[in-house]
């Protein structure tokens, strides 16, 4: 019987997949691939294995999650396994679970592997712990993509006082610090934005919230990229200087 996964491959390098993913990746005949994943997982796929990159960077359009949806459902109506390779975690800001969705409303009962998140692998690369007791009680993943209704409550978020992790947030960098800023988060804040973690064009920025989007613009970083905002992110090997590149 034909099988469907949906397989999370990390953040990139890729000795941080799961040993589970890899043994999946190995027995599909389809893998549907996304932005963001290391092409050099691939290497565990069968060699006779079909390859379809569905994302949209490398110049070519993106495929719409229906048209993905409908992909996978016409490989297993033809018996074959269908592994859906998504990077980090796929029920993590990945879309999965509308796809888990989706394939549910069509009768198809999906296998989810998780992989390790960017937002936890990101700031380890550089030291820094999604909490710790004298910093932070807990961990918030938002993304900085949505505006207008979907805007995340930042003054909500500031009150927690947990550490904040951003994904997709480097577009709007500046518009975020602004909202936090008014919504009483001190400019002193320690900050950090992680580019490409993992893999070898890794780069990173520390600075405070008021010279995070200066110093981000400054070092040129740009997506993919985590921003962890809290006390954790004095964290690490490398020590708060507004905008320091390493
Ligand atoms: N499912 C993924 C997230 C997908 S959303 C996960 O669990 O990691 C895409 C966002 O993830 C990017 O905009 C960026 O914020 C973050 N991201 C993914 N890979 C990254 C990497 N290697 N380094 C830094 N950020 C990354």
Not at 159 to 187: D, H, N, V
């Amino acid at each position: 019987m034909s099988r469907a996964w949906l397989i999370g491959a990390g953040p990139g390098d890729v000795e941080l997949m799961t040993l589970k993913a890899t043994r999946a990746l190995g027995e599909a005949d389809v893998v549907l691939v996304d932005d963001l994943v290391n092409p050099d997982v691939l290497q565990f796929a069968r060699k006779d294995a079909q390859i379809v990159y569905v994302g949209k960077r490398g110049g070519q359009p993106s495929t719409s999650q229906a048209g993905i949806v409908n992909a996978m459902l016409a490989h297993l109506r033809a018996g074959r396994s269908v592994a859906r390779l998504k990077g980090g975690d796929p029920f993590v800001f990945g879309r999965g679970g509308e796809e888990q969705q989706a394939l549910a409303a069509a009768g198809i009962r999906v296998e989810i592997i998780n992989g390790i998140t960017a937002g936890i692998a990101a700031p380890a690369t550089i030291g820094i712990p999604v909490t710790h007791r004298d910093h932070a009680q807990g961990v918030v993943f938002v993304t900085g993509h949505g505006a207008g209704s979907s805007e995340p409550d930042w003054h909500a978020l500031v009150a927690t006082r947990m550490t904040l992790i951003i994904y997709m947030g480097m577009r709007r960098l500046s518009e975020i610090a602004t909202a936090l800023l008014a919504a009483g988060m001190p400019g002193d804040t320690p900050c950090a934005a992680i580019e490409s973690a993992t893999r070898p064009e890794q780069r990173h920025v520390r600075a405070t919230l008021d010279t995070l989007a200066s110093g981000v613009a400054a070092a040129g970083l740009g997506s993919p990229a985590i921003v962890v905002i809290g006390g954790v992110a004095t964290l690490g090997e490398t020590p708060i200087a507004g905008g320091d590149t390493v």
